[in-house]
């Protein structure tokens, strides 16, 4: 084995390393150092899409407020370390019932089921 061979060898693995390996160790720091950063209060979003706020923070689990009363557990490794960008916020507001009609003036007319079959054509061109 000469030395341009172990030199070549060398060099790749050099290149591996740099190229591969550190940025992808860098990434993981990244990411856990945002996740040791939340705190009970922080606006979160799971992997899966779901946007919500911390309500208890434990070592690998996270309790998430969805809505109003609504809550759900996750592993702290489900949540995305992306910014929080919300559309909107949830508000509790009383329902608006002024678009809904009475329901004295819905008239529904009751639906029978008549298990006979439909009148057959005398002719039935699937028959030809």
């Known amino acids: 084995m000469d030395w341009?061979?172990?030199?070549?060898v060398v060099l790749m693995g050099a290149a591996l390393y740099f190229l591969l390996l550190r940025p992808q160790q860098k990434r993981a720091k990244e990411q856990q150092a945002k996740l040791a950063a939340?705190?009970?209060?922080?606006r979160v979003m799971t992997i899966s899409g779901i946007v919500g706020t911390i309500s208890h923070l434990g070592e690998k689990q996270a309790i998430i407020?969805?809505?109003?009363?609504?809550?759900?557990?996750v592993d702290k490794r489900a949540l995305?370390?992306?910014?929080?960008?919300?559309?909107?916020?949830?508000?509790d507001a009383e329902p608006d019932t002024a678009a809904e009609p009475?329901?004295?003036?819905?008239?529904?007319?009751p639906q029978?089921?008549?298990?006979?079959?439909?009148?057959?054509?005398?002719?039935?061109?699937?028959?030809?």
């Open 4 to 8: 341009s061979t172990i030199l070549m």
């Open 38 to 42: 939340l705190e009970a209060g922080s």
């Open 65 to 73: 407020e969805i809505a109003p009363g609504v809550e759900i557990t």
């Open 80 to 91: 995305s370390t992306q910014p929080i960008e919300d559309e909107f916020e949830y508000v």
């Open 102 to 109: 009475e329901a004295s003036e819905v008239v529904e007319e």
């Open 112 to 128: 029978t089921f008549d298990p006979t079959p439909p009148a057959a054509d005398a002719e039935d061109p699937r028959q030809h």
